[in-house]
């Protein structure tokens, strides 16, 4: 079965320091994989998403996430944090080949941001 | 609306009541899913529909949770003789295709089962 492994349960970072929640995925063929931000009390918001191509992708909010097959990992990036991405992150791969119709997230890293 | 609505935000229940959840997805979007969130946890798919079809409910976790699309738009989540364990938060996704992989999703309604 596909699973999803966000390593950080919290990371804390200073505002404009760089940022990378990894997530590594147990697939046998390539998932599409997607990073979702969650605030408190909102639903979840999808930030970007690979499905195949280049494997840079860029997203909203200045995030940007790359796919590494050979590492099975999707880790999500940002040059520089501001308070407002305070939040949890949520990393999650959908089977490529049909199948299981949801998606499959990983527990979630929180992301807490420094002054 | 401009996305996904979920009503109640919030619900209590004591153990044992009968819950209806509701999701109103984004309007022409064929594809609904609904997930369960534990407190600390990811998502976890609980069910899919396809218009009025429920083409998968292997996330189901017992026969006591039902969930339904009568007419291919709003659906609603049914938990009967809730139990403790059923507190989390249940959200509600809509995607315009089967395939369409872009899920969006709603606030959730948080139970809690007392």
């Known amino acids: 079965a596909q699973s999803v492994t966000q390593p950080d349960i919290h990371i804390t970072v200073s505002e404009g320091a760089s940022l990378e929640l990894r997530c590594n995925y147990s697939y046998g063929a390539t998932p599409y994989l997607f990073w979702y931000v969650q605030s408190p009390g909102q639903g979840l918001q999808l930030l970007l998403k690979y499905f195949s191509g280049d494997t840079l992708v860029q997203g909203i909010k200045g995030f940007e996430a790359e796919f590494k097959r050979s590492q099975s990992s999707f880790n999500l990036r940002k040059p520089s944090v501001h308070w407002s991405d305070a939040a949890e992150y949520f990393c999650?791969?959908?089977?490529?080949?049909?199948?299981?119709?949801?998606?499959?997230f990983g527990k979630g890293t929180h992301l807490i941001i420094q002054p | 609306g401009a996305g996904v609505s979920q009503s109640p935000r919030y619900k209590v229940a004591k153990r044992g009541q009968d819950v209806a959840l509701r999701c109103d997805p984004i309007?022409?979007?064929?594809?609904l899913f609904w997930y369960q969130q534990a407190l600390g946890q990811g998502p976890e798919f609980l069910t899919y529909f396809q218009n009025e079809a429920q083409l998968d409910k292997s996330g189901l976790p017992s026969d006591r949770f039902f969930a339904e699309r009568p007419e291919g738009s709003v659906s609603t989540l049914k938990i009967q003789r809730t139990q403790q364990e059923d507190s989390a938060v249940y959200l509600c996704a809509s995607s315009l295709g089967r395939r369409s992989y872009e899920q969006y999703f709603g606030p959730g309604t948080r139970l809690t089962v007392t």
């Open positions: 309007s022409g979007h064929v594809s």
């Open positions: 999650a791969v959908l089977l490529s080949g049909g199948g299981a119709d949801g998606l499959t």
